[in-house]
């Protein structure tokens, strides 16, 4: 939301985010049940086409998912008893209505009910509140039943009543931040992005993934408008503001593809035989509201390529130096975990943007039950604009007329192949995330 007072508040002071008032439920009420989309779907028929679009709709069936947890947890737990305990707590996020009802939060497959699994409608709009001082690690209270808490002050005259959590950041960080069972922070959306520009000007979560098209553009945010109700019966008003349910994230092209931005500086103007060419790449996060990659940050992957050819010649591929210690987790290839995690996912000497995770052994792991420790993690901040450096020497040869032509492009994965292959899932091919080209004479 982008509200006017938030504005005035800097960066400085945005400490621990508001108790909640002290009339809320302090545990979930289930004594009545929670309505199915379809339900919804009569009414909100729009939203519900957004929603269905959604990962939230997907959380539970996501193939990922259920690879990663039907697939490989369960039947890593059968050897290690151990992993149980952080097994128990998958579904309160993909899966909360099953996990709400389940005894100890492991429901199989096929007990759980497809039509009510996922983040769903009612799901999210019975949350009255969270427990504890902090949102995070899915602690909500749901209370099911007639009254859908939502956005609107003025109630039109339906089942509805406001929330002013529901207009906040702390409500998507209930499920959006988290910590393992021993305490090992593991989805940081939310912190990221109280660290970075957008609480001082009260730009919500919702501000971008709740929007027209996912993004601020010049620094604002466009929204939908028109009906939130299509009814046989009564008529529901036009409303200026329509928050948007598609909530666009890595599985939205568009949203990927427009991310990050790329500049290339030279550090010369003039070029000559066998003289360095200091190279800076800007690569800008000023349009994503927390670091990139954010989520689920054991898998993902952002690397950039940097080419330079000379004179029309083929591109000569120039290394990233590492800016950490070792391994040097911030160069693709340097780690020797990267041989059989990465393969030959991304260029060797690529610079790589992510977290790295161990095990209890040390060993890296891209298994979130697995996790131990973050030994390591470089990605773009918020609003950060990061200055990659590159040395290139031009070649002896260099004629009058030659150009120097450069060329770098940023790139997202999913996960690694290796993982893909792990879990018996279809790779997903890398998406561009940005290019810049440029090209100096002599
Ligand atoms: C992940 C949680 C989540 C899910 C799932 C979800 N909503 Fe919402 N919905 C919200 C939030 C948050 C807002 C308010 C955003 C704000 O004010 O900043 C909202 C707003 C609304 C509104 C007010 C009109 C508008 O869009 O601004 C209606 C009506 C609504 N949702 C209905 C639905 C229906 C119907 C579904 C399923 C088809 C659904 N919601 C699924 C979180 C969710
Ligand atoms: C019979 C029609 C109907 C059905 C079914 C229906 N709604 Fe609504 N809902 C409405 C109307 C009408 C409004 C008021 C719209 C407005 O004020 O612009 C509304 C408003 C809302 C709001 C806004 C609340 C607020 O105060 O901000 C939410 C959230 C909501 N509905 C969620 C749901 C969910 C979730 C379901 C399914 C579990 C659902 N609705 C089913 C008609 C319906
Ligand atoms: C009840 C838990 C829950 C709440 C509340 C919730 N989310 Fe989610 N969200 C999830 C889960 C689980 C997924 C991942 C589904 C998957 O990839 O399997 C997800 C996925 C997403 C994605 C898509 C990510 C992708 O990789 O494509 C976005 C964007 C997102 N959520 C934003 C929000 C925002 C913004 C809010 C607050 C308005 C919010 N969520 C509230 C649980 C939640
Ligand atoms: C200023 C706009 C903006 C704000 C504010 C914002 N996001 Fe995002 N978000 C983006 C963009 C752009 C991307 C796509 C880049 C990416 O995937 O990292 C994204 C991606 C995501 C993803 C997918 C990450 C992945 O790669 O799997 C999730 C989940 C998400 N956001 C949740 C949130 C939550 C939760 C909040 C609030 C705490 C939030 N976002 C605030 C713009 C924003
Ligand atoms: C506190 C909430 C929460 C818990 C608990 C949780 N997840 Fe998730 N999970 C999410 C969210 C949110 C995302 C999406 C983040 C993003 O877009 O990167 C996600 C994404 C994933 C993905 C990536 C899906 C994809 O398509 O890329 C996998 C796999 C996954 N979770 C497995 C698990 C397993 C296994 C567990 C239990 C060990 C678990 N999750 C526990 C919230 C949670």
Request: hydrophobic share 35%.
């Amino acid at each position: 939301m982008l509200a006017g007072a938030a504005g005035c508040v800097p960066a400085t002071v945005q400490h621990a985010p508001p108790p909640p008032p002290p009339h809320l439920p302090l545990e979930s009420d289930l004594s009545q049940p929670f309505w199915s989309p379809q339900v919804c779907r009569n009414c909100h028929i729009e939203l519900h086409a957004q929603f269905t679009q959604s990962m939230h709709s997907k959380a539970f069936v996501n193939p990922v998912f259920q690879a990663a947890f039907y697939g490989k947890l369960m039947s890593d737990m059968a050897e290690n008893p151990s992993l149980e305990r952080q097994a128990r707590t998958c579904l309160s996020c993909h899966s909360p209505i099953a996990f709400l009802k389940s005894k100890n939060g492991i429901v199989p497959r096929d007990e759980v009910d497809v039509d009510l699994s996922g983040v769903t409608c009612d799901f999210c709009h019975t949350i009255r509140g969270f427990k504890g001082e902090r949102p995070g690690s899915a602690n909500y209270i749901a209370v099911p039943g007639e009254t859908k808490y939502g956005p609107y002050q003025h109630a039109f005259d339906f089942h509805h009543a406001y929330s002013e959590l529901h207009t906040k950041a702390e409500f998507c960080a209930i499920c959006h931040e988290a910590k393992t069972i021993d305490g090992v922070d593991f989805r940081t959306t939310y912190s990221e992005w109280r660290e970075g520009p957008y609480p001082a000007q009260g730009i919500q979560c919702q501000d971008c993934h709740m929007n027209k098209t996912g993004f601020l553009v010049d620094g604002k945010a466009h929204y939908e408008k028109g009906k939130a109700a299509f009814m046989t019966v009564g008529e529901a008003p036009d409303r200026e503001v329509i928050y948007s349910h598609r909530f666009p994230g890595a599985y939205s092209d568009e949203q990927i593809d427009q991310a990050l931005k790329l500049r290339i500086e030279w550090g010369t103007e003039k070029l000559a035989p066998g003289a360095p060419v200091p190279i800076h790449v800007h690569v800008d996060n000023s349009k994503a509201g927390h670091r990139i990659p954010t989520g689920s940050t054991e898998v993902r992957l952002v690397w950039l390529e940097v080419a330079v050819s000379e004179g029309g010649r083929e591109p000569v591929f120039l290394r990233a130096e590492p800016r950490e210690g070792p391994p040097g987790y911030d160069v693709a290839g340097a780690a020797a975990w990267d041989a059989y995690v990465l393969r030959r996912d991304i260029p060797e000497g690529s610079r790589i943007y992510r977290t790295v995770f161990v095990d209890a052994q040390e060993n890296p792991t891209v298994f979130l039950q697995e996790v131990v420790h973050r030994v390591f993690d470089n990605r773009l901040k918020p609003g950060e604009v990061r200055r990659e450096a590159f040395a290139y020497t031009v070649s002896p040869s260099f004629a009058p007329g030659d150009s120097l032509d450069l060329s770098a492009r940023i790139l997202y994965r999913h996960y690694p192949s290796s993982f893909a292959e792990q879990l018996g899932v279809p790779d997903r091919p890398p998406a561009t995330m940005a290019r810049a080209s440029a090209s100096l004479g002599n």
